[in-house]
């Protein structure tokens, strides 16, 4: 075992070493695509949270922060250094002095405010607001009290003071696409909606609704030598069967696989060569609603993990593109407890639990589910005769994805399965079970649990990180035992790329949005 | 012919207002909003603040007939409204999306008439033959085809295998990204075409007026073109006006497919994120077009067979 072990490990450095004497080639066409849908939302990454419209935004645009893959944290991008201050309530950043928008002008701190303030205008409805909020007086801006953020002071053009209304990790909110900055002056003009202008490594060249966005090499891009490729493309491509038609055919560099094409791919000799694999922070659960008389009771929610096989189910529907799943917190949070074990399939165990919980006969219960191949009916089907060897019966009440986020936050379900974000702040994830957050927010079970909600406090107060760790820990195996949900599996995101592309990075917030600026395209690319 | 068309026009009016109404309800109805869709794939969660304020700036939060008031004084006025997503006017949003549906509408009808009319002619003018029983067998396979089905096979075919076209994607002018989408979205109108055409001719070649032509000694051909064609015509036309709406309403499947940034994949991602304004726009421009090309149809019936007489 331990020599296997030495040789895993000798070939693994031997093969990084490998990578890293890769030399970047400058020059030719990252020839991207965008999955999640057959368009993108518009041309204002401020108006838009979804992943489909980050895919375009961070070709053309940059926050405050990034997401480094390879460390699994945000660190600064737009800033050069920032000074934190005692209390851990201000923030000062010292911006670059080398980034320039694409019309040639330089950034300030202007840039950076402005971008922020238009997040709370109360009259409009930007999806960034809530990670603006964490900012002194951001509050009074939404609620049109004020028209300047209070806790954003410009000390001068590439100095920004920062206040906060509690000490929390700035990082987490501020690497978000949705809060580029833009250039204060030009974005106020209704060309900037069709012809951005951002502080990004590649410059909009042109977007065909629906079909493609292409966008060329910005000369003045801060990274030196950066960006590497001369053009990217992105193609809205969101069918899967198409794309994998178009990858096989050399027409696009990547594509995000499903259960079954990663099946497929994995047996192929060329293609498994190009597969890039990564823990995503996204969480599948069944949603157990404790104001359903027998979900209320610990008992039947533990007899619920203990009666399905979630591992035959990862095996055979989900084709093993998935991790199980032990609690809340996904494999690639820093809270999460490795020696952690999953429910095992007990039937019996089961069967004790719902009989000494009162329901020796079982019960009924609806579960609303979209039809989503990896979270949703074809895995409730696969429950169902599980759940039924203990008694216990299901009534499936199929909705679209826009229903389910609306049930689920009104609390009209008794159970639902859905896929969550659980990351990468394992603090504001676990704020989700908090008793203090509501059920429209993200505490969809109505989760109230005294011992964790006091961790979770001191989790968000103490400057001591290794204590901050252990607290979210132990929060997160309270989870694992008072059971809210069924802890299915955490999302195993697969990227299927072409041999000449190189440099893309495992991104465990979203394998689909990645820096540009850091891949780069061999000779030996079709593409002109 | 001109108080036809104006009389035509203005019998489209209660249709469009009733299909309008219509819109307006099933949308009043049915569960989930453009906020809700916002977090639908729970990765982004938006919270109740934001939602609020998104439902009050689209104007969601009204009573449904406050609502219905705003929509039809704004159709009264030829304005479609804003577009929750793009937040750009609707008509610009379907201004970018027609041009693309245009196109692959016009190159599928193409397709289909230029081979499902002649193989229809030639399929009636030898009953029975073997071109006859092989062209209809094809007809009944080709409405059967499911259109995605078939696209992909055209995709792996065409692209992957033979390397001869490109898979996706719309190239502009280059007319070859044109081809795939159009015949996969082309083939069920052909084989309707062709059944049509064929039925069209067998019944004409046994009216009263063609037996006497052929009695009284005029040539094969002269029937063919004259009598046959000319009558077969207003039916064939028929079908090609009630196909060409077919084809730009069934456009959703193959612009998905091919990832064609026509109407129809608007239509759908609009109708996924509760995008109101521009589903109601988009179904409103997809049967205004049925009409026109409906409108059109029976006006060169018209021209060709001066019996008509409309009315």
């Known amino acids: ?528 | 012919m001109l108080s036809f068309i104006v009389r035509r026009l203005l019998q489209s009016l209660p249709i469009i207002l009733a299909v309008a109404a219509l819109i307006f309800v099933m949308f009043s109805v049915i569960p989930g909003t453009f906020a809700s869709s916002m977090s639908d794939d729970g990765r982004s969660v938006l919270d109740a603040e934001v939602m609020a304020r998104m439902n009050k700036e689209f104007g969601l939060d009204d009573p449904v007939y406050v609502r219905f008031g705003k929509y039809v004084s704004q159709l009264a006025t030829f304005d479609l409204g804003t577009s929750f997503r793009t937040r750009q006017p609707v008509a610009h949003v379907i201004a970018d999306r027609l041009w693309p549906t245009a196109q692959l509408a016009f190159a599928s009808m193409l397709f289909a008439i230029l081979i499902g009319v002649p193989l229809g002619f030639v399929a009636a003018l030898r009953p029975g033959s073997w071109i006859d029983t092989i062209s209809m067998i094809g007809a009944v396979s080709g409405l059967s085809l499911p259109k995605f089905w078939l696209g992909l096979l055209l995709m792996y075919l065409f692209a992957l295998m033979l390397g001869w076209l490109p898979s996706f994607g719309y190239g502009g002018g280059d007319l070859r990204y044109l081809i795939l989408p159009s015949i996969a979205l082309g083939v069920a109108p052909l084989a309707l075409l062709a059944r049509t055409t064929r039925a069209a001719v067998l019944d004409i070649m046994n009216a009263d007026f063609v037996r006497t032509a052929r009695s009284k000694g005029m040539s094969e051909s002269k029937v063919v073109r004259w009598h046959l064609t000319r009558n077969a015509l207003v039916i064939i036309l028929t079908t090609i006006g009630l196909q060409f709406g077919t084809v730009i309403g069934q456009a959703v499947v193959i612009e998905k497919l091919f990832s064609w940034p026509g109407l129809g994949s608007l239509l759908v991602d609009s109708v996924t994120l509760r995008d109101i304004p521009v589903v109601q726009g988009s179904i409103l421009v997809i049967v205004l077009l049925f009409l026109l090309i409906n409108m059109l149809v029976d006006v060169l019936c018209a021209i060709i067979d001066p019996r008509i007489k409309y009315t």
């Open chain 1, 1 to 528: 075992m331990l020599k296997k072990f030495v040789i895993t490990t000798a070939l693994a450095l031997t093969l990084s070493a490998g990578a890293y004497a890769e030399t970047p080639r400058k020059g030719g066409t990252i020839r991207f695509t965008a999955p999640y849908g057959s368009s993108f939302a518009n041309l204002d990454i401020h108006t838009s949270n979804r992943a489909q419209d980050e895919i375009w935004a961070k070709a053309i645009h940059r926050s405050l922060y990034k997401w480094d893959a390879n460390a699994n944290k945000a660190v600064l991008d737009l800033a050069k250094e920032v000074k934190v201050s005692d209390d851990g309530l201000v923030y000062t950043y010292k911006l670059r002095d080398d980034a320039y928008f694409h019309n040639g002008r330089k950034m300030t701190a202007d840039d950076v405010i402005w971008s922020l303030t238009r997040q709370m205008d109360g009259a409009k409805a930007y999806p960034g607001a809530r990670y603006v909020r964490i900012i002194k007086g951001a509050i009074e801006v939404e609620k049109g009290q004020a028209k300047e953020i209070s806790g954003l002071k410009k000390i001068d053009d590439s100095t920004v003071e920062m206040t906060l209304t509690e000490k929390v990790d700035p990082s987490f909110n501020l690497y978000q696409p949705m809060l580029s900055i833009y250039p204060a002056d030009e974005a106020s003009k209704d060309t900037f909606a069709t012809k951005p202008i951002g502080l990004g490594p590649f410059k909009f060249v042109e977007y065909v609704p629906g079909s493609r966005l292409v966008a060329e090499r910005w000369e003045k891009f801060y990274e030196p030598g950066k960006p590497y490729a001369d053009r990217i493309t992105i193609s809205i491509m969101g069918e899967a069967a198409a794309r994998d038609v178009a990858f096989r055919n050399k027409e696009i560099d990547v594509s995000i696989l499903g259960p079954t094409q990663y099946v497929a791919y994995k047996a192929d000799s060329e293609l498994s060569k190009g597969l890039l694999e990564v823990a995503e922070v996204y969480t599948r659960v069944m949603g157990l609603n404790s104001n359903f008389k027998p979900f209320s009771d610990k008992r039947v929610r533990q007899a619920i993990n203990y009666a399905i096989d979630a591992d035959l189910i990862i095996k055979r529907l989900v084709k093993d593109k998935a991790y199980r799943a032990t609690s809340w917190l996904p494999i690639s949070s820093p809270a999460y407890d490795k020696d952690m074990k999953p429910y095992p399939y007990d039937p019996e165990k089961a069967k004790q639990l719902l009989a000494e919980a009162g329901y020796p006969d079982g019960f009924e219960f609806e579960w609303t589910a979209t039809s989503n191949e990896s979270w949703g009916i074809p895995i409730v089907e696969a429950v169902i005769p599980m759940l039924e060897k203990v008694g216990v019966k299901v009534k499936i009440k199929p909705v679209e994805g826009t229903v389910l986020s609306e049930v689920a936050r009104s609390g009209n379900y008794q159970a639902f399965i859905w896929s969550l974000t659980s990351g990468p702040d394992p603090l504001t994830s676990l704020k989700c079970f908090h008793s203090a957050t509501p059920q429209s927010a993200c505490n969809y079970t109505l989760f109230k649990n005294p011992e964790f909600d006091k961790l979770i406090d001191e989790a968000a107060a103490t400057d001591d990180q290794a204590k901050k760790l252990e607290n979210l820990k132990k929060a997160n195996a309270i989870l694992r035992e008072e059971v809210p949900m069924w802890w299915f599996n955490y999302n195993k995101a697969v990227m299927a790329h072409q041999p000449w592309l190189k440099g893309l990075q495992p991104n465990a917030t979203e394998l689909a949005v990645q820096n540009y600026e850091d891949i780069w395209v061999e000779a030996s690319s079709p593409a002109k």
